[in-house]
């Protein structure tokens, strides 16, 4: 028996004898197979190649597996109380990562934006004993179910300490947002909207790999739901992704650039 997890896409499935047919993840038209076909390792393995570098990340601490391990996403320590919250995951987490999130006072929660980071949110979860906060709406996505999982419903979730989960949908339709009220305010947005090379403007897409736009009402809505909160920073999805000023112009702003793109007013 092994968990077995996609090279691709780095989702930790639930135990089995044999690695799963296929990665309904990697299946889904938002995201890809590789061109060498479906591939899979194992958390051992895994901690046999590589090792997540942790450093600080603007106002927070990131947490990335090097080399580049499957979308290549960090996660984040954000401050919670006298622990953290994990925002967003990855694959893996080996003795080292784990003591060192310790001597930071550990994890009180793990919160992720969408899917594609479901990564192997279990591990974290029991290693630290704490709950992982998921949409609802993406409940089909979980390749790993466990009692650890709290489906939240609706638009926002209230955690404390200052931080709130937002519903941006989009990209997935329980996509999510977390805000962080604390000095000036941030957004962590990962994949509901995108920093993308040039900071003074963000992506909102449904595939960013495969390049599918969202409809208008759709980008409206993400504008909308992120709009009555206070922020000057936005923490995209991999290490150096941030705006650290402005962002909520730069957020209105790309509303109407994809409001124009859209209807073909650009
Ligand atoms: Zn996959
Ligand atoms: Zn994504």
Redesign the pocket.
């Known amino acids: 028996m092994d968990r077995f997890i996609c090279v691709a896409c780095g989702t930790q499935f639930a135990d089995s004898d044999e690695p799963p047919a296929s990665c309904p993840i990697c299946s889904d038209p938002?995201q890809y197979i590789p061109e060498g076909g479906q591939r899979w390792t194992t958390s051992a393995e895994l901690a046999s190649e590589r090792e997540n570098q942790i450093r600080d990340e603007g106002d927070l601490v990131g947490i990335g597996t090097e080399p580049w391990f499957a979308i290549g996403q960090r996660a984040l320590l954000v401050p919670f109380g006298d622990s953290n919250l994990l925002w967003d995951c990855i694959s893996l987490l080996d003795d080292v990562t784990a003591q060192e999130v310790d001597r930071r006072g550990g994890l009180a929660g793990v919160a992720i934006s969408?899917p594609?980071y479901y990564s192997s949110m279990v591990e974290w979860a029991h290693l630290f004993d704490c709950p992982i906060h998921l949409h609802a709406a993406d409940a089909e996505w979980v390749m790993r179910p466990d009692a650890a999982i709290q489906h939240w419903d609706g638009e926002r979730k209230e955690l404390g300490h200052g931080l709130t989960l937002i519903r941006g949908g989009g990209?997935f339709p329980g996509g999510t947002i977390l805000h962080r009220a604390e000095g000036a305010g941030a957004l962590l947005t990962v994949?509901i909207i995108q920093v993308i090379p040039d900071r003074t403007h963000v992506a909102f897409m449904w595939s960013?790999p495969n390049m599918v736009p969202l409809p208008e009402t759709a980008v409206q809505g993400i504008g909308a739901a992120v709009e009555p909160f206070d922020y000057e920073a936005i923490y995209g999805a991999w290490w150096g992704r941030l705006i650290p000023s402005d962002a909520k112009d730069v957020v209105r702003r790309s509303v109407e650039r994809y409001r124009a793109a859209l209807r073909g007013e650009l």
Do not use: E, L
């Open positions: 938002r969408h594609h990209h994949d960013y």
